[in-house]
């Protein structure tokens, strides 16, 4: 079954503290994994997609890399604005629909 | 950037009443789009997909005939919850991409129901 697991549930840093967020997948075939910012009641925002081992994308104080089986989204210097539940998501090769799964999410909280 | 806006943000009704939401992708041709619905501290849901001009697929468990999906263009989908009872009660968020390869969906803001 394919599965999509992050960890942890929930990271509190003081702001400045640099961390990882991880993302672990077992799919047969991956396409794509995309990462997503989500404030409280609001929709995710897109962040980043990855789509090989050995791929890195950046963004401000992100960075987002890939190996085959998981996935980190690295924090450097947060800031309190970072705060949010950040998710990760993949997409199978398969699938006429091109469905996507997510995880389960990181509540990150920066404190000033 | 991807614009997706979606309306109402919440809707308060009572038990009984259909509640239509709409999702629109503003600054691109969205393919397909899909309906999720979010439970407190839980991830997305996923309830059902559709694609333009095409019957919405839906997810194990969902019911097609509570949950009426409408693609009717390549800008808009909708969703009605038909006769919503207090247990339909959730934050519903819906999603467009496009139909090329690999791209991420883009969400809107989603819409908080609450049924009395």
């Known amino acids: 079954e394919d599965q999509v697991t992050q960890s942890p549930e929930a990271l509190r840093l003081q702001e400045g503290e640099s961390s990882s967020l991880n993302c672990s997948y077992t799919?047969?075939?991956?396409?794509?994994l995309f990462w997503y910012r989500q404030d409280p009641g609001k929709g995710p925002e897109f962040l980043f997609t990855?789509?090989?081992a050995g791929e890195e994308k950046e963004k401000e104080r992100l960075k987002a890399t890939l190996t085959k089986k998981e996935s980190f989204l690295h924090i450097t210097a947060p800031k309190p604005e970072d705060s949010a539940t950040y998710l990760c998501?993949?997409?199978?090769?398969?699938?006429?629909?091109?469905?996507?799964?997510f995880g389960t999410g990181t509540k990150l909280q920066v404190i000033p | 950037g991807a614009v997706v806006s979606q309306h109402p943000s919440r809707v308060i009704c009572k038990s009984g009443t259909s509640v239509k939401i709409e999702c629109r992708s503003l600054?691109?041709?969205?393919?397909?789009m899909f309906w999720y619905r979010q439970f407190p501290k839980q991830s997305l849901m996923l309830m059902a997909t559709?694609?333009?001009?095409?019957?919405?697929?839906?997810e194990q468990g969902v019911e097609k005939d509570k949950f009426l999906i409408n693609h009717a263009s390549l800008t808009l989908s909708t969703l009605t919850v038909t006769s919503a009872h207090p247990e339909d009660s959730s934050f519903y968020i819906c999603?467009?991409?496009?139909?090329?390869?690999?791209?991420?969906?883009?969400f809107g803001d989603g819409t908080r129901l609450s049924i009395l």
């Open positions: 559709s694609n333009e001009g095409s019957k919405a697929t839906y």
């Open positions: 998501a993949v997409q199978l090769a398969s699938g006429g629909y091109q469905k996507v799964t």
């Open positions: 990855l789509y090989s």
């Open positions: 600054d691109f041709q969205a393919t397909t």
């Open positions: 999603s467009a991409r496009t139909a090329k390869s690999n791209q991420p969906q883009h």
């Open positions: 799919v047969s075939g991956l396409r794509g």
